[in-house]
């Protein structure tokens, strides 16, 4: 085991027995709240403390999803089995700024739940880092989208997690055309400086959390794709995450039957697209 590994493997070891672990659930049933936590819902997200915009601070983006709900049958608590927007808070977060914190001289939020903000709120642009997931339930307002383009252009960065098949790839192109019409997303590859900005990742050859993806038989991506957005300098404002859930081994890295390889290269991938944020 490299040093870099005994290094994360210590936290996360450091991490087990601290909570009660959810169970992802995708059929809205309620799940007992991970760390002992009180449950957040839908109707009740807490204010931003603007304080919080003097330290390193994960952000999550929230987006309406009520048309989706009467067919997927999620609740309003906040986390898997609530809107598809919330899966893994809030949990993932905080395991990923306690890793920062260690790995790091970044001055990271910790031992809080992150922020919720929607891309047209301006208390997103105190913030240069936020996160997605589940982009295929999108439907963002002409508002939002106007908040993407500023947020990015001013120096934000978008992490884009947690979503499968091409349809629902086809959601976030059509979202970000609309953002970006003079810019496209790119395929990424191991050469660029996202992947050896802090950890030299050696492949993006990691296994997809839910297994092969949906609909591989009807030619879709059996394997995680790593795609970016790039502005007119070059400087990556996106990162996408396809057929992959970084934060899912993030909010289970504390389960002892999750494989520590596999857990140990998701918070490789969140630390490097962190620290290439606030460096590029």
Not at 47 to 70: I, L
Request: glycine content about 10%; proline content about 6%.
């Amino acid at each position: 085991m490299t040093k870099t590994k005994f290094i994360i493997a210590v936290i996360i070891i450091g991490l087990l027995g601290t909570l009660v672990l959810a169970q992802r659930g995708r059929g809205g049933g309620r799940r007992k709240p991970s760390m002992d936590l009180p449950e957040v819902s839908e109707n009740g997200i807490p204010k931003t403390d603007p304080n919080w915009s003097g330290k390193f601070t994960f952000v999550r983006v929230r987006f309406d999803t009520s048309q989706y709900a009467q067919y997927y049958g999620y609740n309003n608590v906040l986390g898997d089995g609530g809107p598809p927007w919330s899966h893994d808070y809030p949990v993932a977060g905080r395991h990923l700024m306690k890793i920062m914190s260690e790995l790091s001289k970044i001055d990271a939020t910790l031992d809080v739940n992150e922020p919720i903000l929607s891309l047209d709120d301006p208390m997103l642009f105190k913030f240069p880092f936020a996160y997605m997931c589940e982009v295929g339930f999108m439907n963002l307002s002409d508002a939002e989208i106007n908040g993407m383009r500023e947020y990015l252009k001013r120096g934000g960065f978008l992490l884009v997690d947690d979503f499968r098949s091409s349809g629902q790839f086809y959601v976030l192109q059509e979202h970000v055309r609309r953002a970006f019409p003079e810019l496209q997303l790119k395929k990424l590859d191991i050469s660029h400086p996202i992947f050896n900005c802090f950890f030299s990742i050696k492949t993006l050859e990691v296994n997809p959390v839910y297994g092969g993806g949906f609909g591989v038989g009807r030619g879709e991506t059996a394997n995680p794709e790593f795609w970016g957005l790039e502005d007119e300098t070059g400087r990556l404002m996106m990162i996408v995450n396809y057929n992959y859930d970084v934060s899912d081994y993030w909010q289970f890295s504390d389960n002892p039957f999750r494989p520590i390889e596999e857990t140990n290269d998701a918070y490789k991938f969140g630390v490097n697209y962190i620290i290439y944020a606030l460096t590029h």
